[in-house]
T-cell receptor, first 113, second 108 residues
Framework: ETGVTQTPRHLVMGMTNKKSLKCEQH?????MYWYKQSAKKPLELMFV???????ENNSVPSRFSPECPNSSHLFLHLHTLQPEDSALYLC????????????FGPGTRLTVL | QKEVEQDPGPLSVPEGAIVSLNCTYS??????FMWYRQYSRKGPELLMY????GNKEDGRFTAQVDKSSKYISLFIRDSQPSDSATYLC????????FGTGTRLQVFP
């Protein structure tokens, strides 16, 4: 596997479910990101991790809970989501946090019923 | 006002056309700008970045920044059907601030 991988690629869940999104980067980077991409809206930065430490939480509701066990893996735990949370969730990594070039995974298409 | 504004399109052009994709921005603190390309069902991939006012060329692609008018452009020469994608511009401070993306369709 190369680059940034994300699983699952598609997820349908009910509002009472709990699920997790997984991201893995094979680039030796130190920073990882979660973004939300909705139709006709800009990419929204959700969370930033640098050397496994969360450095940014962009006012994201607590029903989204990130976890970064090491520099290569990033999770987004989801619980009691709302239909408006349906979107493409993109993971990215960069050598270091901030203005470095970011490399994106293919995303998880999430539908909340 | 959004920090980076971009017409969502779609922009539909014939193969071989010169394409102009544009963004305006309001944040004077942007240090440089990036263009990402996103194919359907894929994540964005970096196309080009440019630091200062002026042009930067890479093959069929030219990125242009006009800081006085807060305007950035991406030109694609001899466009191909394989260029059909969404093009995202981003301004960079300590993080990337993206526009909505412009969907481009190049038909044969």
């Amino acid at each position: 596997e190369t680059g940034v991988t994300q699983t699952p690629r598609h997820l349908v869940m009910g509002m009472t479910n709990k699920k997790s999104l997984k991201c893995e980067q094979h680039l030796g980077h130190n920073a990882m990101y979660w973004y939300k991409q909705s139709a006709k809206k800009p990419l929204e930065l959700m969370f930033v991790y640098n050397f496994k430490e969360q450095t940014e939480n962009n006012s994201v509701p607590s029903r989204f809970s990130p976890e970064c066990p090491n520099s290569s893996h990033l999770f987004l735990h989801l619980h009691t989501l709302q239909p408006e949370d349906s979107a493409l969730y993109l993971c990215a990594s960069s050598q270091d946090a901030g203005s470095d070039t970011q490399y994106f995974g293919p995303g998880t298409r999430l539908t909340v019923l | 006002q959004k920090e980076v504004e971009q017409d969502p399109g779609p922009l539909s052009v014939p193969e071989g056309a010169i394409v102009s994709l544009n963004c305006t921005y309001s944040n004077s603190a942007f240090q440089y700008f990036m263009w990402y390309r996103q194919y359907s069902r894929k994540g964005p991939e970096l196309l080009m970045y440019t630091y200062s006012s002026g042009n930067k060329e890479d093959g069929r692609f030219t990125a242009q920044v006009d800081k006085s008018s807060k305007y950035i452009s991406l030109f694609i020469r001899d466009s191909q059907p394989s260029d059909s994608a969404t093009y995202l511009c981003a301004g960079v401070t300590d993080k990337l601030i993206f526009g909505t993306g412009t969907r481009l369709q190049v038909f044969p």
